[in-house]
């Protein structure tokens, strides 16, 4: 039972003894506005949780789980915040624990199921104590949660609402309990993380390599199979290896960290021979281009000196040679030399990253002309103009061999050279020829050119043909020993490109892109068309950029004429010769390069352009060969099978055709 009151206030100290008398049992819980006293004995425990909730002025919300009686009495004034605690150390004590929610309600629910509802989340910056249930995330520096979350398990309420859980990817551990005990948790762990001495021994080798002796030293430190998750494989020490130095840097436990000292001075021991020999096979680079390389820096590395001032190898025989057969490197050098000159080489045989430069060249051209012209003559006289290489005196000859002596060589022979149509009239010696031409030309050129190249290293690409030019021609004055001199030009898609791979994914490419073909031939040589681009272009991998264009029209007129009778109006028509063409050319040239760092990239590449290939061939052999109904269209094989002929498949495909053109069939 509960006697409630207050302090200080003698007025009512009667109505409080007269409410005493009336209760059975009565423990005095004396209250004043600022100091709280309580007693209870064998009080319902929902009746101790209203009477604090209505002193307090909380709202609580009880578990039905909450039940029994408590026995408790208060001796000291409280004041509200002991109160409260006091309302918590009770409710720790019958196995009980409040949660506060956002809302300023508070529920009494049973310890066990403190842990997963919402208490605070709290860190070093806010201060909760007693027997208030949160929740800690501790980062843990230099010891492994792992070893450490058992321990802390064994000191927490596991049974209440207590719980240790580590996380070991970020090497924190999460606490859930009483405040008190977590307080008392997370101080065991500040001090348990400081075993872990974050001081440091730096150790310079005299004849070791730093990085081999690291290497060596690892190994012996290196847990077995059965200690792998002992905690001293936790606080061992670490070691990384200086190499410009030639240093060793050891961090760890103190004693550890001398241990590991000791041990690096009985190995840095001086070799009884004057050098050593290593062979250094290449995985990447060339071995004569690398041995260039360290016969340069080697000597800035030998003429190196200690801190007192004496050359380090002085009486060493550095030797460096290149064995081109097996791709190797070797190398005779004193320890210290040897070992700068092994870091060089490491970084010098890397894998360089590859370049797919593939050159896009479009051109879309188009050309009209037309001819006409009229030409008379006779014995006497006559107009002629010089259309395809053929007069009029020639015609007007062949056409009176025909009709005179049925001769038609000369005529043949006449009419061979015109182009177009004509229309002649002949009578004595006298003969007319309208000549009329109309021509139209039109092409359409794609050419995808590519090429992969190692990065800053040059490669070219042609498809085309190799033409003989003339370029001299030599004879004596009685003609007896005439020659001619001839040059071969290479004619057709030309690609050259260095490219440079720069921070990032930008390519730089220096490229020369040529397209060239035989537009015709003159009485001193043939004449050649040709597109060239020369330039030097910044491009991102994978992207397309235009490198060069032109957009040209030309349009030619021309008219030949008999001076004022090829003015004269309708008539002048007879004595002129008139030619009128239009050319149009559109030409663009784009680029596109793709950096290949790995080989999937490689694969992916490959494996898409002999696809592309593979389909075109097979849309070949589904269409066939005209006249050839047994042959087959040549397929490349499926992407990673190889290439062998099989004569079973061979036979199966015949069969198959014959099936469905029966033809074939018969014709067999």
């Not at 009565?26 to 709280?36: D, F, H, K, L, R």
């Not at 209505?54 to 029994?68: E, S, Y």
Request: with cysteine; charged share 20%; net charge negative.
């Amino acid at each position: 039972m509960l006697f409630l009151g207050k302090k200080n206030r003698p007025t009512r100290w009667l109505k409080r003894s007269v409410l005493a008398l009336l209760l059975c049992t009565a423990n005095p819980m004396i209250v004043s506005a600022t100091e709280y006293s309580a007693s209870f004995k064998n009080a319902d425990i929902n009746e101790f949780v209203n009477i604090v909730g209505k002193n307090l002025q909380k709202t609580i919300i009880v578990d039905p789980a909450v039940r029994g009686s408590i026995n408790v009495r208060s001796y000291d004034l409280l004041d509200e915040q002991q109160y409260y605690h006091f309302f918590l150390n009770v409710l720790e004590v019958y196995g009980f624990a409040v949660v506060e929610m956002d809302n300023d309600v508070v529920k009494v629910i049973k310890s066990k199921d403190a842990k997963v509802a919402a208490i605070p989340v709290i860190d070093n910056g806010t201060q909760f104590y007693g027997d208030e249930m949160v929740t800690r995330v501790v980062p843990v520096i230099n010891v492994s949660v792992r070893e450490l979350a058992p321990l802390l398990r064994q000191l927490n309420d596991n049974a209440g609402g207590g719980n240790v859980v580590h996380y070991d990817p970020a090497n924190v551990i999460m606490i859930t309990g009483r405040a008190a005990v977590v307080n008392r948790l997370v101080q065991i762990i500040q001090r348990v993380d400081k075993a872990g001495d974050q001081e440091v021994d730096i150790v310079k080798l005299k004849y070791a390599s730093a990085l081999e002796m690291v290497k060596v030293v690892s190994a012996i430190q290196s847990p077995t199979s059965s200690s792998k998750n002992s905690t001293s494989n936790v606080l061992k020490p670490r070691l990384v290896a200086d190499e410009r130095t030639n240093s060793i840097i050891i961090s760890g436990e103190p004693q550890s960290r001398a241990r590991i000292v000791k041990l690096i001075g009985s190995l840095d021991n001086e070799l009884q021979n004057d050098g050593n020999t290593r062979v250094f096979y290449l995985k990447y680079a060339k071995a004569e281009k690398v041995v260039d390389v360290l016969k340069g820096v080697s000597k800035t590395l030998e003429n190196n000196v200690d801190g007192k001032g004496n050359s380090q190898s002085a009486n060493s025989t550095l030797s460096i040679e290149a064995h081109e057969g097996t791709n190797a490197i070797v190398v005779s050098a004193q320890p210290a030399l040897m070992s700068s000159l092994s870091n060089i080489i490491r970084q010098l045989d890397i894998r360089r990253a590859q370049v797919l430069v593939e050159a896009i060249v479009a051109e879309v051209s188009e050309s009209d002309g037309i001819n006409l012209s009229t030409q008379w003559g006779s014995e006497f006289g006559g107009s002629q103009f010089n259309d395809n290489g053929v007069t009029t005196g020639e015609l007007v000859t062949a056409a009176y061999e025909i009709d005179e002596d049925d001769d038609f060589d000369s005529a043949a022979s006449a009419l061979a050279s015109i182009a177009g149509g004509i229309l002649g009239i002949t009578d004595g010696n006298w003969g007319v020829v309208l000549q009329a031409l109309s021509s139209s030309t039109s092409s359409n050129i794609l050419a995808t050119p590519s090429i992969t190249t190692l990065d800053n290293q040059e490669a070219s690409f042609i498809v085309g043909d190799e033409v003989p030019v003339l370029t001299g021609s030599t004879s004596s004055a009685s003609n007896d020993n005439p020659f001619q001199t001839i040059e071969r030009k290479d004619i057709g898609i030309k690609l050259k490109v260095t490219p440079q791979i720069n921070e990032g994914d930008a390519v730089q490419m220096v490229i020369e892109q040529e397209v060239s073909t035989i537009k015709g031939q003159t009485s001193v040589d043939i004449i050649f068309a040709t597109r060239a681009v020369k330039t030097t272009v910044l491009a991102k991998s994978g992207e397309t950029v235009i490198i060069g264009g032109l957009i040209d029209e030309d349009v030619n007129e021309s008219e030949d004429k008999v001076p004022w009778l090829g003015d004269l109006p309708v008539v002048g028509h007879l004595f002129k010769s008139t030619k009128s063409s239009t050319e149009k050319r559109n030409l663009m040239i784009f680029i596109r390069a793709t950096i290949i760092r790995d080989d999937k990239t490689m694969r992916e590449l490959s494996t898409r352009k002999y696809g592309l290939m593979r389909e075109v061939q097979q849309a070949r052999q589904d269409e066939g060969i005209n006249l050839m109904p047994n042959s087959l269209e040549p397929v490349l094989p499926e992407w990673g099978t190889s290439y062998e002929v099989n004569p079973q498949a061979i036979l199966d495909d015949m069969n198959k055709r014959q099936q469905f053109n029966p033809q074939v069939q018969e014709t067999n």
